[in-house]
């Protein structure tokens, strides 16, 4: 089983500051998503990325992928309250697993 | 429309009980999922189906039976419910590769009294 560690597992941050959370592996990954949940719902995808060193931007979020495909970040600019949520990151494992981390519960202060 | 429904959104019973979850997709999806989150938020896999073949069945009670009578429709057939069982269940569909999205219900919130 591959281990994702996400850290950290609970920030709290006033609306306005920028924020960094990171997902980690010892093992490597043909592709990692990104995933938002909110309370009483399921995740939904944010971004996938595959190539390492890739970033990618969705407005105000920044995801990049690791050089050796092990690890991602997330940063996010200018937090908003509607940013509050538990991000999960998940790797393939290429065996038809998407393997989940622990996520990281943000919460934007208005 | 909702892309993944999945029935009841809570359910209480007592430890004993036998209990199913249902869910449907209308994604045309091939690939079925079964995850567990528990109280800490850790989504652990539990099943997959692919065109109604099981394809991972993780370490899992056996008490635990998935049953997919097609390929919009994987259930979840819980027996003899224990205390430890309490958990939100999420159905998941997925149209194509493993690095295609997964898309997820609202979630079943399980206790056991």
């Known amino acids: 089983t591959q281990l994702l560690e996400q850290s950290p597992q609970f920030l709290s941050i006033q609306e306005g500051e920028n924020l960094t959370v990171y997902c980690n592996s010892s093992?490597?990954?043909?592709?990692l998503q990104w995933y938002r949940q909110e309370p009483g719902e399921g995740p939904v995808l944010l971004v996938t990325?595959?190539?390492?060193?890739e970033v990618k931007k969705l407005k105000r979020l920044t995801f990049q992928f690791g050089d050796a495909r092990k690890d991602s970040s997330l940063h996010i600019t200018a937090a908003q309250p509607g940013d509050t949520g538990l991000y999960l990151c998940?790797?393939?494992?290429?065996?038809?697993?998407?393997?989940f981390g622990k996520g990281n519960q943000v919460v934007v202060i208005p | 429309d909702t892309a993944v429904s999945q029935t009841p959104k809570y359910l209480v019973t007592q430890m004993g009980n036998d209990k199913s979850i249902k869910c449907e997709q209308n994604?045309?999806?091939?690939?079925m999922y079964w995850y567990k989150q528990d109280s800490k938020k850790f989504l652990k896999i539990m099943f997959s189906?692919?065109?109604?073949?099981?394809?991972i069945n993780e370490t899992v009670p056996n008490r635990f039976s998935p049953k997919s009578p097609d390929k919009a429709h994987l259930n979840l057939h819980i027996n003899s419910l224990e205390l430890g069982d309490s958990a939100v269940y999420f159905c998941?569909?997925?149209?194509?590769?493993?690095?295609?999205?997964?898309?997820f219900g609202s979630g079943t919130q399980l206790s056991v009294l």
């Open positions: 994604l045309g999806h091939d690939t």
């Open positions: 189906y692919n065109n109604k073949e099981l394809i």
């Open positions: 998940a790797g393939a494992d290429g065996n038809n697993r998407l393997a």
């Open positions: 093992s490597v990954f043909s592709s």
């Open positions: 998941a569909s997925r149209g194509g590769a493993t690095n295609e999205k997964l898309f």
């Open positions: 990325v595959v190539t390492g060193g």
